[in-house]
């Protein structure tokens, strides 16, 4: 079953506006990163927070996490149409394998 | 750096036919992942090598599947006889330590 779940399933916003996605996950993590993929494209990799941190910022992406309640959000800011894409968190569950688990995603939308 | 390549990008066969798909990851990196992509299951991993040994094979559906990874800048994966149920979008990627994976554009193979 897949570790990371993420909600919504589907989002649709105007540009400009702020987006955020959710992620739950099961099992204790090493840490949890979030992936875009551009239809038709491979997955491009955006960021990578720790079991330790709290919060991260990559120019407009805003990522938190909260190991208590085994969630992560990634906001986005100020979005433009090239942010559509659908977006998956995947954690890695440690053991040194750096084995990822990926949710099924959220797709976002960001209409002109 | 040319990033992770895969070949061919589109595959299209018969049922009953060998398919072999190619990867060359990120020269450096050290660990190698396929994964497999439907609409139905998401973003599967299949297996993965760490200095070319095979460390994980857990996700492999089933003895149809093969992958090897005779040297340090290349992979295949077999599907050996192929079924219409394999058709599905086939990602390899690539990482060097234990963090960032770095995805190939895939090869989207159609079983007929």
């Known amino acids: 079953s897949q570790q990371g779940e993420e909600d919504p399933q589907a989002l649709s916003i105007q540009e400009g506006e702020n987006a955020t996605m959710n992620c739950s996950y099961k099992?204790?993590?090493?840490?949890l990163q979030w992936y875009r993929q551009n239809s038709g494209r491979g997955l491009v990799h955006l960021i990578l927070?720790?079991?330790?941190?709290r919060e991260k910022h990559s120019g407009r992406l805003r990522v938190t996490l909260d190991t208590s309640k085994k969630s992560s959000s990634l906001l986005i800011t100020a979005s433009r149409a090239a942010d559509t894409a659908s977006y998956f968190c995947?954690?890695?569950?440690?053991?040194?394998?750096?084995?990822?688990?990926f949710g099924q995603g959220t797709t976002l939308q960001v209409k002109p | 750096d040319a990033g992770v390549i895969q070949s061919p990008r589109h595959e299209v066969t018969e049922m009953g036919q060998e398919v072999t798909l190619r990867c060359k990851p990120i020269?450096?990196?050290?660990?190698l992942f396929w994964y497999r992509q439907t609409m139905m299951r998401g973003l599967e991993l299949l297996i993965y090598?760490?200095?070319?040994?095979?460390?994980?094979d857990s996700g492999m559906p089933e003895d149809r599947f093969s992958a090897k990874m005779p040297n340090a800048s290349f992979s295949t994966l077999k599907i050996q006889p192929s079924e219409p149920r394999d058709s599905a979008v086939y990602f390899c990627?690539?990482?060097?330590?234990?963090?960032?994976?770095?995805f190939g554009p895939g090869t989207r193979l159609l079983v007929l």
């Open positions: 990627a690539s990482r060097q330590g234990l963090e960032t994976q770095y």
């Open positions: 099992t204790s993590i090493n840490n």
């Open positions: 927070i720790r079991s330790n941190e």
């Open positions: 995947a954690t890695d569950q440690g053991g040194n394998t750096g084995k990822l688990i």
């Open positions: 020269s450096g990196h050290n660990s």
């Open positions: 090598f760490n200095n070319n040994v095979p460390i994980d």
